[in-house]
C-alpha cells in the first residue's frame, strides 16, 4: 500500500455523563434539532447531530460513518416495552442511521455518504475509507449508544460517544493528520472507537501496526 496522507481541520467529540439516556440528552440538545425530529431520535441520533455542527460540510463533501452497535439501546428499549408494544419505540428502533437522522431534517446535503459497521478493524477500515475518499474535504464521523442487557452478549456499547474530525488533503491551518504507509514490522491490536474518541478528544496520538501498514493520527 502506498503511503498516504490528510489532514485534520476540526474535531468535536461529545463524551457525555455514564448516566446519560436518549431522554435526558434531548434535554441537553433540545435546541439543536427541529421539534418534530426530537422526540423519535436515538441517543446516537442526537449525539452525532452535536459533534456534525460546526464540521461545515457541504454537497461537495463526503461522510464516513462508522459504528459497531449502531442503535442498538433503541432496540432494547423497544424490546422492554413488550407485551404492551410501543409504537414510538418502534419507531425510533427501525429510524435510519444516526448520520442520516442529522442530515435528513436538517435538508443537509452531501456528495457522498459511507456508512460502515464492523469490529476489531472498525477504526482502519473507516480510516481507510477517509484516505481514499476524493473528495476535497470529507467528515469522519463515529460513535455508539450506551446499552443494558445486551452488553452482557456482547452486542451493544458499555459507552456512549459521538465524533466527527474533518478531513482534508490541505495542510493550510491543520491542527493534526492521519495517514498510514507500509510498514512489514509489528502487529498491533487495531484501537477500538471509543480508544479513537477518546484519543480525538483529548488530542493525544495514536499509531500502531497492522497488515502490513503503519497508522497514524499526529497532532500540530
Do not use: N
Not at 194 to 218: N, P, V, Y
Request: some cysteine.
Amino acid at each position: 500500500m502506498p503511503a498516504l496522507e490528510r489532514y485534520l481541520h476540526h474535531v468535536t467529540v461529545d463524551w457525555p455523563s455514564p448516566d446519560e439516556t436518549a431522554a435526558t440528552a434531548r434535554l441537553r440538545l433540545a435546541d439543536r434539532f427541529p421539534r418534530t425530529a426530537l422526540r423519535r431520535m436515538t441517543h446516537l441520533g442526537l449525539l452525532v447531530g452535536h459533534v456534525l455542527e460546526g464540521a461545515d460540510l457541504g454537497p461537495s463533501d463526503a461522510v464516513v460513518y462508522a459504528t459497531t452497535f449502531a442503535e442498538a439501546r433503541a432496540l432494547e428499549e423497544y424490546l422492554v416495552s413488550f407485551p404492551a408494544a410501543s409504537p414510538l419505540l418502534f419507531q425510533t428502533s427501525i429510524h435510519p442511521g444516526g448520520v442520516q437522522q442529522v442530515l435528513i431534517p436538517r435538508q443537509q446535503s452531501i456528495a457522498r455518504l459511507w456508512p460502515m459497521a464492523g469490529g476489531e478493524r472498525l477504526v482502519e477500515q473507516s480510516l481507510l475509507a477517509v484516505l481514499l475518499e476524493p473528495a476535497a474535504r470529507v467528515g469522519w464521523v463515529g460513535g455508539e449508544e450506551k446499552g443494558t442487557w445486551l452488553c452482557d452478549h456482547g452486542m451493544a456499547s458499555p459507552l456512549a460517544f459521538a465524533f466527527c474530525a474533518r478531513v482534508s488533503a490541505d495542510p493550510t491551518g491543520a491542527i493534526g493528520r492521519i495517514g498510514c504507509s507500509p510498514e512489514e514490522e509489528g502487529d498491533d491490536p487495531c484501537p477500538s472507537l471509543a480508544t479513537l474518541a477518546r484519543a480525538l478528544r483529548d488530542r493525544q496520538s495514536l499509531s500502531w501496526r497492522s497488515a502490513g501498514t503503519c497508522w497514524r493520527i499526529e497532532w500540530s
